[in-house]
């Protein structure tokens, strides 16, 4: 998670203390926000948070997945397999 009021530095600061920040990084698991000009441009995070969050939306894309299909079939939007594969032979 973010924290607003330690997780936005400039990219200049970043540069300068980059240690510092690495280490409280990896003992927070918590993202900096780097500005360029007073805005924000950039998200930096440690490499093992970073993986759980691909992991995390890997899940919830698979989670979505399953609530579609389940939305199929309590609409009515199936087929029995066998007739699937049967469409697919006669499209080739």
Do not use: C, W
Request: cysteine-free.
């Amino acid at each position: 998670m973010l924290d607003i009021k330690n997780g936005i530095h400039s990219v200049s600061d970043f540069k300068r203390n980059t240690s510092d920040y690495v280490r409280r990084m990896k003992r927070t698991g918590h993202p900096l926000v780097l500005t360029i000009n007073g805005r924000a441009e950039l998200v930096v995070q440690d490499a093992g948070s970073y993986q759980k969050l691909l992991g995390l939306v890997d899940r919830l894309e698979a989670i979505e997945g399953i609530r579609r299909g389940l939305e199929d079939v309590k609409s009515g939007r199936t087929q029995p397999a066998g007739h699937a594969f049967d469409d697919i032979r006669r499209s080739r």
